[in-house]
């Protein structure tokens, strides 16, 4: 047969082989179920091992499954965005309680490679700190006190802050009468780990207000 | 710490990527360790093992390939041209179910058979080997294809488990004579760039050039190729993948699992154990195969020593 045509051949092979089989054959390509049961028609059984099979089958009675999960993410550090792999057990079931027990690099990602620097090393301990952040807090003027208070109050009170001293120190046009429109006395710091088009519409909010002093992924 | 002197003038010799290297993207098999390094494996784990008798034969059976793997002649070297126009259009070169075999693998079939005579085995298993040496070459040939091809019925459950050790053989020896860097990955990532056969285990190293990258070690010819972690590598999803290992065990082999395709496959963890041997450790691990198969998940594809009615 020409390569070519056993080479098509064989792509239409490969295409169907990976689907089920035909009861009561014998295939190395397509999935199976392995069970005692199962066993007992297999290369075991037809070689006198079918023995071997039962004593696996009485063993796994007293073994449990458990589940862990491995995710893709990104350090949370700086702007170089190293690739994290974070492994949590639980199986994602309703009731089941999850929780991150690993925070390795993840060695496919084409920037770090598999490495971490020695604050992405310790992830795991930021994860589960005691004195992380959890949710927005309020020290008023003049109180010496962080009090936590509700997502609405924090972005209420920052909008109107933010609205205070840009009203007070927007500068519409410089010296020589140009139209210039800059806001200078407030600056924004934006997530490291920002995909391209996160860093694309915070850069099209920070700009819209007038704000300069602003970093953010998108300067890398 | 010295500090405010002159700074040196010598040409700096470090490594500009601090020695972080990408993954090979495959490793071709080396005969004369392939499968002495599966039978030492399996003649350690067999101690204490529920299936400890059927593990020291198959590590028998493995000593016995060994002694065909190293077996003079060299191998033919496959032709470069035809090699090459696989490649180029992205193909396994030694297309498990297309390639022509030579009689050399049915040379390697009787050595193997004649080297596992010599050790003690159940009466089944040797009368399995008298009946297969009685078969004529056609008949061989053809069982041998049905094993590649698929076909095979269970009543030749058990010559099927000797001509596929032999096939191993002649595979390994055929895909360690292919050069390295003239091979491609496939555009299906679960199947092996040499013979496009399914893998046996994947292997997550801890050692080497590339630590925590992952390797596929392929069922047939033994090449490793490097496969992204984390992802199913039948359907390729990542949303619902899952590890799933015995609880309270070393947890050196896991079984991937995906519930979009409803199939795992296993891992195994050389973090865990720096000894895994792909071929070995999956035989010695068929405890977690059937508690994840009562899960309701079906191996990605059969250990080819260990086939299963279907």
Redesign the interface.
Known sequence: ?P??R??A???A??AS??R?????????????????A??A?????????G???A??????RS??????????NTCTYCSVACGI?IYSIG??AKNARSNIIHI?????H?V????LCPKGAALLDIVHAPTRLQMPKYRAPGSNELKPVSWDFALGRIAALMKQDRDANFVARNAAGTRVNRWTSTGMLAASASSSETAYVTWKIARAFGMLVFDNQARV | MRQGEVASKGAWAGNPQGGVKAPAPLLLPDPATRFARTAARLESLAHLHPMADWLRFMARLAQAQHAAAIMPPPTETPDQARVDQAVTARMPPLAADDHARTKAWRNGLATLLDRLAQNPMPATASSVIAQLRARDENAVEALADNFLHGGLGVADAGAAMYVAAALQVYFTRLAASLHAPGLRLLPQRGLCPCCGSTPVAGVITASGPAPGTRYLYCSLCGTAWNHVRAVCITCGGSRSVSLEGIEGDTGAARAETCNECHTYAKMLYQAKDMQVDPFADDLATLALDVLVGEAGWSRHAANPLVLVGT
């Open positions: 047969m390569l070519v056993a080479l051949a064989w792509h092979r490969s082989d990976t089920g089989r035909l009861a009561v054959e014998l295939s190395r390509r397509g999935f199976i179920k392995l069970s005692g199962g066993l028609v297999s290369s075991l059984s037809a070689l006198g091992f023995f071997a099979g004593a696996l089958a009485a063993s796994v073994f449990k499954l458990e589940a862990t999960t491995e995710t893709r792999l199986d994602r390795e690099g993840d060695p496919d084409p770090n490679r598999g490495t």
